[in-house]
């Protein structure tokens, strides 16, 4: 992923993403969070503009938080939530601490960046520093089987293709993946019409 692609809309993302889709965003992202009060160490790839970590602290006070972005624009602005306990980064998966392990990973729209082939190896990367029974809360689009929904899939890759320079040009097989990488689905959920899915997945890795 190019670092700092997604800085010269870092100031918009958040209104931009609420004229498209209205508070389905924000509540996709939210959903599952009350179920993972009791985990102690977080990371985040690719939170954007840090304002789920509000949400993240009033259902957990206590938590450690790393948290991962490629675009140092967006890190300026999380760190603006002024929220405690957390490790900034400024990068991709491949930044994530060697020595560090998490019982909850959280990736709200971040794997749908990737080709299918890169994001079976970027999965492979995160799994590795997850705990033995961590939770995964993935957050993203899925495929549409409605022409307004395969329209704006077409629409949302031109323009992040163009402005932010990702390389992904379709929404990959995020869930497949996922069910191929060592881990249950315990639960989902949908919004937006169906265009926008919520899951929480479970490690079953030993």
């Given amino acids: 992923m190019k670092l700092n692609g997604f800085d010269s809309i870092a100031g918009i993302y958040d209104v ?7 508070q389905s965003i924000e509540h996709a992202q939210t959903h599952f969070l ?3 009060r009791n985990c102690t160490s977080i990371l985040i790839l690719g939170g954007g503009t840090g304002w789920l970590l509000r949400h993240i602290r009033q259902v957990n006070a206590t938590a450690h938080i790393v948290y991962v ?7 300026h602005r999380a760190r603006l ?4 306990n957390i490790d900034f980064i400024h990068g991709t998966e491949e930044n994530i601490p060697a020595t560090a392990r998490f019982d909850l990973i959280i990736t709200p729209f ?4 990737f080709a299918d082939d890169k994001l079976t190896d970027v999965v492979n990367i995160i799994r590795k520093r997850m705990m033995p029974g961590a939770y995964w809360l993935a957050t993203d689009f899925v495929n549409s ?3 307004w929904g395969s329209l704006l899939e077409k629409v949302m890759y031109s323009f992040f293709r163009i402005i932010c320079h990702i390389e ?5 097989a995020w869930e497949h993946i996922m069910r191929n990488s060592e881990f249950d689905m315990i639960d989902s959920a949908s919004f937006y019409r169906g265009f926008i899915k919520a899951v929480w997945y479970k490690s079953n890795a030993k």
């Fill in 16 to 22: 931009l993403a609420k004229l498209v889709f209205g």
């Fill in 34 to 36: 009350p179920n993972v």
């Fill in 69 to 75: 972005d490629a675009s140092s624009a967006m890190l």
């Fill in 81 to 84: 939530q002024e929220i405690n």
């Fill in 110 to 113: 971040y794997l749908d960046l």
């Fill in 145 to 147: 089987s409605t022409w």
């Fill in 168 to 172: 992904s040009t379709r929404l990959p």
